[in-house]
């Protein structure tokens, strides 16, 4: 091969290298900033209802933080191991405030499937797997109801303070 192409084969991969772990710092910046904002929105409607104190916005607002803490390692694996190994049914209520709630876990829970199977490569490859096998959009709703339900079962939070412990253990 020319050392032409060879070396403008390089420069490409480089390049794609660079591109790469950039895109990985700006997706984790990304999701944080959406979760940031759904924190903010569904603090204003609790305000405004007078339900900061409720029990359900409480562990809400606990599963956002820990998704916070724990973006630069979530991952379409992370979601997997939480789906298979951690599921418990959600309860439903007649709240006014529940349905709030379980519009705010809903919006969260899509951007969190959003950023897994868009903004990952190994998301991208499935993705590409079950467009070919037309799986994508049940496998997507799937995904959105699962993780969502993930929020009653606290999942988020245990996983974040295992990292947590993971990352003393690496700094000590």
Same mark, same amino acid.
């Given at each position: 091969?020319?050392?032409?192409? &060879?070396?403008?084969?390089?420069?490409?991969?480089? $390049?794609?290298?660079?591109? %790469?772990? %950039?895109?990985?710092?700006?997706?984790?910046?990304?999701?944080?900033? +959406?979760?940031?904002? !759904? *924190?903010?929105?569904?603090?204003?409607?609790? *305000? +405004?209802?007078?339900?900061? +104190?409720?029990?359900? /916005?409480?562990?809400?607002?606990?599963?956002?933080?820990?998704?916070?803490?724990?973006? $630069?390692?979530? $991952?379409?694996?992370?979601?997997?191991?939480?789906?298979?190994? *951690? &599921?418990?049914?959600? @309860?439903? =209520?007649?709240?006014?405030?529940?349905?709030?709630?379980?519009?705010?876990?809903?919006?969260?829970?899509? *951007?969190?499937?959003?950023?897994?199977? /868009?903004?990952?490569? =190994?998301?991208?490859?499935?993705?590409?797997?079950?467009?070919?096998? #037309?799986?994508?959009?049940?496998?997507?709703?799937?995904?959105?109801?699962?993780?969502?339900?993930?929020?009653?079962? #606290?999942? !988020?939070?245990?996983?974040?303070? @295992?990292?947590?412990? /993971?990352? @003393?253990?690496?700094?000590?």
């Amino acid at each position: 091969m020319a050392p032409e192409i &060879v070396f403008l084969l390089a420069c490409v991969g480089l $390049s794609l290298t660079v591109a %790469y772990i %950039y895109w990985m710092r700006l997706r984790v910046w990304l999701l944080r900033e +959406d979760l940031f904002r !759904f *924190r903010g929105e569904i603090w204003s409607t609790m *305000r +405004d209802r007078g339900a900061l +104190d409720d029990s359900s /916005y409480r562990e809400l607002r606990e599963t956002i933080n820990a998704l916070i803490n724990m973006a $630069s390692t979530l $991952s379409l694996f992370t979601i997997a191991w939480l789906i298979i190994g *951690r &599921v418990g049914d959600t @309860q439903a =209520s007649g709240s006014p405030v529940l349905a709030e709630i379980a519009e705010a876990r809903r919006k969260v829970a899509s *951007r969190v499937v959003r950023y897994v199977l /868009y903004e990952t490569i =190994s998301g991208l490859l499935l993705v590409a797997l079950l467009l070919v096998l #037309h799986m994508a959009a049940a496998t997507k709703e799937f995904l959105i109801s699962r993780v969502a339900a993930l929020f009653s079962t #606290h999942s !988020f939070e245990g996983l974040a303070a @295992q990292g947590k412990k /993971y990352d @003393q253990l690496l700094a000590g």
